[in-house]
């Protein structure tokens, strides 16, 4: 009878997700038998899962196969298969294509660099790295959209929602950079709109800014800001500042910077016996190894960031509103006492603080439901404050004999295209790949760099992640706003 009952078993082989799935259950104290019953597998099946439970987890944690990958196998050439996926991602982030030919050089590029002999980039190898990593081709334009909007939605519904499973509204984050070009005025419009400011000269009146803020709106971070200059005259005597300060002689925003900064976030919630989850996009900048206690740093899928980020759904627009909303002032109280307008970096850093204190619960709100990743009260679903500088622009597009088809939108738009974080080189990912594996437990084919290698943590977080990808073409460097 029980034999007969056992052949009624059919073998399924369950995908990584499912079997990630199973042992939450199994931990909710759940009975196995009565999970084995709900999958249709026999006991022994739930059984040999949760003997393999390290090395599911530290496939999920680490992103190292995609969710539905049912075989728990990882190539023969792990280094150059995370260093290839770790450029992949590097390039989705900035939606560039991606084909099969550029991975497969990237492969022999990063093969060489790693001292690895013996590794053939072909096309099995090629097709074996896409089912791994669960990678499929779709065509540039508008199916492209609809696939980074399938893959957002995806996200939404199952890696946010266990994600987010033990932290309130309150404790969810989102950061992100924005690039600001502080001294433009109204008639430079034109000129600077759509410059990404690589760190040329228009980089010593720049500068970048970090935001982060929770999901109600009832918690806004202290704006980090960075300049060009350390200490630049107009703050030599300067006893504080209204946000933090950070210099970088291209005003970009750094993997040592972002690190000091959750650090400095970590130690803020620790004494304060508070844990968070921050979400941000995986530019370069943000591919760091600290060892934190008190924030869990959690990176958007590289092809959807657009579709996904709360900031920038409009938080970033409504700061940079209220900021030109104020430099637009100024300009009207010199234009009409016949003085000239300057804004120097400590004035800058005022303002946009100010800007930022400025943009209301009921904004950051509307912009985390766009987002899709929370679900608010009818009553927030009004319509978000905008700083309404109509009737000024209007004059101070007659007093400065501008065009007049330049808009207060073109104005507070300008320098969303400038970049806020240099490209991830050969060298860094080569580097974070082989720190990544050996904390992971992996093959490290390199131990002498590893020990030189200055590290705080544990692994970086989800630093393996990727979602789809179209064809690829060669790239600028993160951008501040998609």
Known sequence: MS?????????????????????????????????????????STVATILKDRQNILELHRGSQLAPSRKRLRLGNFQEVD??????????????????????????RQFADA?????????AGWLHRFRERNGITWQVVSGEEKAADAASAAAWRDEKFREIIASYSED?????DEMAFFYQMLPDKTMHFKGNSC??????????????????????????????????????????????????????????ELFSEWLLKVDDEMRSAGRKILIIADNCSAHLVNVR????????????????LQPLDQGIIKSVKAHYRTRLVQRLLINLRMKLP??????????????????????????CWRKAGLVVMPSESEQGSEESDASGMWQEVVERLAMDASVTFEDYVQ????????AKLTTDDIVSAVRVTLCSLGTRCSNQALLQETRVRCVPMPRLLSLNQSPQYSDRAPTTGQV
Not at 15 to 42: F, P, R, T, W, Y
Not at 205 to 225: D, E
Request: hydrophobic share 35%.
């Open 341 to 366: 307008t300057s804004i120097n970096v400590r004035q800058a850093t005022e303002m946009v603080t100010g800007a930022w204190w400025s943009v209301t619960s009921t904004t950051i709100q509307n």
């Open 114 to 122: 790693l001292d690895i002999t013996g590794f053939e980039a072909s």
């Open 3 to 43: 034999s007969g009952s056992s052949a009624k078993k059919k073998r399924r082989q369950f995908s990584l997700k499912e079997k990630v799935d199973i042992l939450s259950q199994v931990d909710a104290s759940k009975k196995q038998i009565h999970i084995a019953n709900e999958m249709g597998v026999a006991p």
């Open 414 to 421: 300008c320098d969303d295209e400038a970049c806020t974080s």
């Open 198 to 255: 690589k760190g040329g000269k228009q980089s010593k009146v720049r500068i970048t800014v970090l935001l982060c803020c929770n999901s109600t709106g009832t918690k806004k971070l202290k704006p980090l800001v960075i300049g060009k200059y350390k200490k630049p005259r107009c703050m030599r005597n300067v006893v504080s500042l209204p946000c933090d300060y950070r210099a970088n002689s291209r005003v970009w925003m750094t993997r």
């Open 171 to 175: 404790d969810i984050f989102n950061a």
């Open 292 to 307: 934190l206690t008190n924030v869990q740093l959690e990176f958007l899928p590289s092809n959807c960031t657009s579709l």
């Open 82 to 107: 995370a260093a290839v996926l770790t450029w992949f991602k590097d390039a989705r982030s900035q939606n560039v294509p991606v084909s099969g030919p550029m991975l497969q050089e990237k492969a």
